[in-house]
Structure formats: C-alpha cells, structure tokens
C-alpha cells in the first residue's frame, strides 16, 4: 500500500504525443473552470494491477482538494491511510502501522501542485504541456487526456497516465502506467463542486509517537 500511493504521489497526465487543434483549446477550457472552483469532493475507488504476481488490489476513500492546490486522500479500512498534499510537501500517515513519510520538494523536482492537475482536477493545465507531451480525443461529450513526460525527473516512476473527464471537465477516472507494467486507476463518483468544507478537512495531525520518515527532492 505504502508504495501505491508514493506512485500515485508522482503520477501527472498523459496523452497520444500527437498535438492536436483541440489541446489548446481544451487545457483553456479547463483552466478557466477550476480557477472558478473553491472547493471540490468525491468519493473514489483506486485499483492497483500488479503485473509480476498477477494480482489485483482496491481500495476505496473520500477525496478532498482545495484551491490552490491542496488535496487529502483518506483511505478506508483496511488501508486506514491519509495522504494530504499541499505547496511544498506531502505527507504520507500509515495510521494501523504508527508510522508517516514526509517528503519535501524543492529544485526542480516535481511540485505537489501538478499532482492536482495529473488527476484532471486544478488550473495550471496549460503550463503543464511544458513539461508533459499532451494530447486530447473528443468522444462521445468526453474528453480524454493524455501526458507523457517530456523528461524523468526524480521520484517519477511512470511512464504515461490517462484521464477521462465529463463534458464539464469533472475527472472521472484516471490510469496511471508504470514503466514495468503496473497500472493503478482511480474511479470517482459523487463529485460535488465548491462544498462547504472547513480547515479540520485539510488537517492531518500525526499522533504522538509516530515513527516519521523525512524525504527531500531537489532535483
């Protein structure tokens, strides 16, 4: 569980690398409606293929994101796990294991807040076609995004992730790709645009005695 969710951390959107007249269009459109959002929630289920053991694992949790930036995972039973991103770290709590990763961004690493927009969720989609080849298909009232990253950079370790979104630029899934087969997806549903939410639902307060690992990436 540990290591799905420290892919998911450094996962960002892909796309066919083909551009197309529809992308700048597209990543405007998107950006022009996040912007507008305060606050967003959803409920999802995460599904994690691994390859090597022919085995699959799914979790399931409630998503939180904040403008600028700010989202909170919270895993259900069995995981009990809460992952909280926000400008300049992430912080990982194992809750059943005692134990919390924090990792701190700074150089040129991958920042916190293109986490946001790798799920299709956030503005900033069009600074991101700086670093990611991007690519759109239009089915359907759908739109399918896809990123590939122009470089790897430290801490990533997937090679492609696909987004689905409603004609209203609500995500509906997300497929990460891992270099050596592995896929995770995220399925949302009950989404809710701008929901009441106080600071208690961005809070993550590690208990007394938690073991904590620190990370830095600066490159």
């Known amino acids: 569980m540990k290591r799905i969710l420290l892919l998911f951390v450094f996962s960002t959107l892909l796309i066919p690398s083909a551009w197309c007249s529809d992308i700048d269009r597209t990543l405007t459109e998107m950006d022009a409606f996040w912007n507008k959002v305060k606050t967003f929630s959803a409920r999802f289920v995460q599904t994690k293929k ?3 053991f022919e085995d699959e694992i799914t979790s399931r949790g409630v998503f ?10 919270r895993y259900g039973p069995p995981e009990n796990t809460t992952l909280i991103i926000s400008p300049g770290s992430i912080t990982i709590l194992f809750s059943d294991l005692n134990k919390a990763k924090v990792i701190e961004f700074g150089g040129t690493a991958q920042k916190p807040d293109e986490a946001a927009v790798s799920i ?3 503005g900033g989609m069009k600074k991101l076609a700086e670093t990611f080849e991007v690519g759109v298909i239009i089915d359907k009232g759908l739109f399918r995004l896809t990123l590939i990253p122009r470089e790897k950079k430290e801490g990533m370790s997937f090679e492609k992730v696909e987004i689905v979104m409603d004609r209203e ?3 509906l899934t ?3 790709y891992e270099f050596h087969g592995d896929t995770t997806t995220i399925t949302f ?6 929901p009441t939410m106080s600071e208690d639902d961005f ?8 073991e904590i690992e620190r990370i830095t990436l600066s490159q």
């Not at 549903?189 to 701008?194: A, E, G, M």
């Open 50 to 52: 691994i390859v090597l």
């Open 64 to 73: 939180r994101y904040k403008n600028p930036g700010i989202m909170i995972w």
């Open 120 to 122: 299709g969720i956030g």
């Open 169 to 171: 630029y609500l995500p």
């Open 174 to 176: 997300t497929k990460i």
């Open 189 to 194: 549903s009950d989404q809710r645009i701008n």
């Open 203 to 210: 809070s993550l307060d590690l208990p007394r005695g938690t």
